[in-house]
Nanobody, 118 residues
Framework: QVQLVESGGGLVQPGRSLKLSCRAS????????MGWYRQAPGKQRKQREL??????????YYSDSVKGRFTISRDNAENTVYLQMNNLKPEDTAVYYC?????????WGQGTQVTVSS
């Protein structure tokens, strides 16, 4: 059974940090492109924003809104992808979803809530 399980979300003050984790099972993790998406309050699923991604060759992508603040990494031995989020802003508030993609495979986690508020 293919499964992605996110963890690490929570409530944090502006300027602080959080680290999200996503552990995969049921896939050959190392050959998948892994991504973190977020869905802001009031937005629909089709409006999810790709925040960051990392390919099987460790090539990374970041959206302009998080570049320089967020870092994506992966540990193939642990089947886990991480998102280190620094200098968080209120506009980073969203549900963050982990995604695994390869060819026609497209797997999503259940999401973890990140709330940035003073």
């Amino acid at each position: 059974q293919v499964q992605l399980v996110e963890s690490g979300g929570g409530l944090v003050q502006p300027g602080r940090s959080l680290k999200l984790s996503c552990r995969a099972s049921g896939i050959i993790f190392r050959i998948y492109t892994m991504g973190w998406y977020r869905q802001a309050p009031g937005k629909q699923r089709k409006q999810r924003e790709l925040v960051a991604s990392i390919t099987s060759a460790d090539s990374t992508y970041y959206s302009d809104s998080v570049k320089g603040r967020f870092t994506i990494s992966r540990d193939n031995a642990e089947n886990t992808v991480y998102l280190q989020m620094n200098n968080l802003k209120p506009e980073d508030t969203a549900v963050y979803y982990c995604n695994a993609r390869r060819a026609t495979d497209d797997v999503w986690g259940q999401g973890t809530q990140v709330t940035v508020s003073s």
